[in-house]
């Protein structure tokens, strides 16, 4: 079967726009990443046995890189060429400034997780398997891809038995929805100060159309990503066909200290509505399934 029209240009997107998401996160990543995104990582891999990882949707490689700093070997993996291109040249120079060791190892692979025949690549190499992973992580990618199916399927195989996936995605409710933020100014009666409402306005939620995504690139030439809205049915229920179980979930949100003045529109200001989502699943105890 032919991909469809959304899945050839969801990755063609981020072919184009590699250059720029790399400038923009750079090294270190923006402050979603620093604040909301890694510290729940950090928090769904505790525990975890440090020596295998599988790194999903890997852009620029700062999930990677993290992990191998973590102890893991890792795999990084992306759909798209030009973000492995980044990944590889960031992680070279941190091999030469001795930010990481060469017994920290990363690699790279191709690997669209849309697409069956990758996965059946991927899970054929006896060194890429070698018992499986003990973490496998997709740091906001899965608002990203078109059809969760394929990645479903092959975790089961990829895990070891006390392994995780652990993913991270902006929020289902409050952001891939395209829900609107709603601010209302008034006069507080009792203080006489100036009184500033915040919230969301949802017009959708089952039924949202792939939508594309807030610009984030200096190209004005190429369209932006996609952006796939899933209800939390919708996004869990590939994974549940597959036996897997969800055991960690997190809504995570920037506090007052992250407050714009200069911005009172600015998402980060509405902190009663969480900006991420994280999760974590398992395998059954009792599934050998391979």
């Known amino acids: 079967m032919a991909p469809s029209t959304e899945k050839v240009e969801a990755l063609a997107a981020w072919e184009k726009h590699a250059q720029s998401w790399d400038q923009s996160m750079g090294d270190e990543g923006n402050e979603y990443f620093s604040v ?23 852009g620029n490689g700062l999930v990677a890189r993290w992990l ?16 492995l291109e980044h990944a590889k040249a960031r992680t070279a120079v941190w091999y030469e400034e001795g930010r990481l ?24 190499n006896a060194t890429h398997m070698q018992g499986g992973f003990d973490v496998i992580t997709m740091n906001m990618g899965v608002m990203d891809i078109q059809d969760l199916e394929p ?25 891939t929805s395209g829900a609107k933020r709603q601010i209302i100014v008034g006069e507080d009666p009792v203080t006489g100060k100036r009184k500033i409402d915040r919230s969301i306005v949802l017009n959708q939620y089952q039924n949202v159309a792939p939508a594309r995504q807030l610009l984030f690139s200096d190209s004005r030439n190429h ?7 899933r209800s939390f049915q919708e996004l869990f229920a590939p994974f549940f066909r597959e036996g897997l179980i969800l055991d960690a979930l997190e809504e995570v949100n920037f506090d007052e200290s992250s407050y714009e ?10 902190t009663e509505f969480p900006k991420i989502l994280a999760f974590r699943l398992r395998r059954r105890l009792a599934d050998t399934k391979r």
């Not at 060791?101 to 996965?119: A, I, Y």
Request: charged share 20%; with cysteine; aromatic share 10%.
């Open 36 to 58: 909301l995104e890694l510290p729940a990582l950090k928090r769904m891999i505790t525990g975890q046995n440090r020596h295998r990882a599988l790194d999903l949707a890997t």
């Open 68 to 83: 191998a700093q973590e102890g893991f070997s890792v795999i990084a993996t992306d759909g798209a060429t030009a973000m």
């Open 101 to 124: 060791c060469k017994k920290q190892e990363v690699s790279f692979e191709l690997l669209d997780v849309t697409n069956n025949d990758h996965w059946a690549q991927f899970i054929s």
């Open 151 to 175: 990645l479903a399927a092959s975790l089961t195989r990829l895990l070891k038995q006390d392994g995780c996936f652990v993913a991270t995605a902006l929020h289902p409710l409050f952001f």
């Open 223 to 229: 369209k932006p990503p996609f952006s796939f809205h």
């Open 261 to 270: 003045p200069s911005r009172e529109y600015a998402a980060r200001n509405f």
